[in-house]
C-alpha cells in the first residue's frame, strides 16, 4: 500500500474539515475520528510480549478500544473491529510488531473501503512526529495552521472536552503546536512536510488541494472540494455538514477583547507574525503574578470538570 498520510495541527485549525476533504477522493481513506493510540501502543511495545501468540495480539486490539473506543467501533468504516477475528488474522499474516499491526489495521480499513492508501488525522501527533516517523520511515505531513486567536475562540467553545479553560491556556497551546510543527521541517525536508494556512483552505479550496495533491503524488479531484458533508446534527464541527465558509476567518476581531487580544498577543504574537498574521498590540510578556494566575485558575479548572461534573 502506498505511503501513509498524517494531517497534524493545533485543535481547532481545520484539521477535521481537510480530513474529510482529503477522504473524498478516491484512492485515500480516512478514519472519520482521532486514534490517539498510535503514540502510546508504540511506547509501550515491549510490553506486550510475543506477538505470534494470538492473546498477545488480542490484547493490543483491546488496547485500542479502551483508549478510544469510539474510534474502532465508529470511525473505521470498511472493518469490523472484531478483537478475536483480527487478531487471528493478524497472528496469521505475521504482523510481529506493534507498528505492523496498527499498519494492517490501517490498511484492512482502506481495503474495506476500497481505496489505496490510508491517512490518519489525530492534531497532537504534531508533537511526536519524530516518533512517527520511526514508526512509518515514508511517511507524509500535512500540517495545518490557522490564525491562533481563531483557535483559541474555538478552543474555549469546547472547553470542557478540549480542556483548554482560559485565552493563557490555549494561547500557550497554540504556539507550542505550531512551532513544534514547523521545527520538524528542518529534519523532514520538503519530502515528507507540507504546510497550508487554514485561511487559504477556505478562501481557495481548489488551489490549495492542487497543492497538496501534488506533494501526495495524487490526482486532483474535484470531489475533494464537494466532499462528503456529515449529516451528524451532534458534530463537533458543525462546517462539515455545510459548503465551504469562506467567512470563517478572523472571528477574534468581533468576538475577542481587546484585553484577551494583548494577552493572545504577548505570548504568542511572535509565532503569530512568522506566519504572517497581523498582530495589533505591543506584545508586552506577562507580568509573572499573571502568569501565575492564569496557571491556577488552569488546573483548578481541569481539576472541577474532571472531579465535579
Given amino acids: 500500500m502506498d505511503r501513509p498520510i498524517f494531517i497534524v495541527g493545533s485543535a481547532r485549525s481545520g484539521t477535521t474539515l481537510l480530513q474529510r476533504m482529503m477522504r473524498s477522493h478516491s484512492r485515500i481513506s480516512s478514519p472519520t475520528g482521532e486514534s490517539h493510540f ?26 485500542m478500544r479502551r483508549i478510544n473506543r469510539e474510534y474502532v467501533e465508529e470511525d473505521l468504516k470498511g472493518i469490523d473491529f472484531n478483537t478475536d477475528t483480527l487478531a487471528q488474522q493478524l497472528v496469521q499474516e505475521n504482523k510481529a510488531s506493534v507498528v505492523e499491526i496498527i499498519s494492517s489495521l490501517m490498511e484492512k480499513n482502506a481495503i ?12 497532537y501527533y504534531v508533537l511526536n512526529i519524530k516518533t512517527i516517523l520511526e514508526m512509518f520511515p515514508d511517511a507524509q505531513f500535512i500540517n495545518i495552521i490557522r490564525d491562533g486567536r481563531d483557535c483559541a475562540l474555538s478552543m474555549i467553545d469546547r472547553k470542557r472536552d478540549l480542556k483548554i479553560f482560559n485565552m493563557y491556556h490555549a494561547a500557550n497551546i497554540w504556539k507550542q503546536y505550531v512551532e513544534t510543527g514547523q521545527k520538524s521541517k528542518e529534519y523532514l525536508g520538503n519530502e515528507h512536510y507540507f504546510e497550508i494556512r487554514y485561511e487559504d483552505l ?19 479531484e474535484q470531489s475533494m472540494v ?26 477574534w476581531r468581533s468576538r475577542m477583547s481587546n484585553r484577551n487580544i ?11 507574525k512568522h506566519n504572517d498574521y497581523p498582530v495589533l498590540s505591543k506584545c508586552k510578556p506577562l507580568p509573572k503574578l499573571t502568569e501565575y494566575f492564569y496557571e491556577i485558575h488552569k488546573r483548578f479548572s481541569i481539576w472541577y470538570y474532571k472531579k465535579v461534573l
Avoid at 494583548?262 to 503569530?272: H, M, P, Y
Fill in 226 to 251: 464537494d466532499f462528503e458533508k456529515s449529516k451528524d446534527p451532534n458534530s463537533k464541527t458543525p462546517m462539515l455538514g455545510k459548503s465551504i465558509q469562506k467567512a470563517n476567518s478572523e472571528k
Fill in 262 to 272: 494583548q494577552l493572545f498577543e504577548s505570548i504568542a504574537g511572535d509565532t503569530l
Fill in 202 to 220: 477556505i478562501n481557495d479550496p481548489d488551489r490549495t488541494l492542487r497543492r497538496i495533491c501534488l506533494f501526495l503524488n495524487e490526482d486532483f
Fill in 38 to 63: 498510535f503514540i502510546p501502543l508504540y511506547k509501550n511495545r515491549d510490553s506486550y510480549g510475543d506477538l505470534s501468540k494470538t492473546e498477545n495480539v488480542k490484547h493490543i486490539l483491546e488496547e
Fill in 112 to 123: 474495506g473501503e476500497g481505496k489505496k492508501r490510508w491517512l490518519e488525522k489525530t492534531p
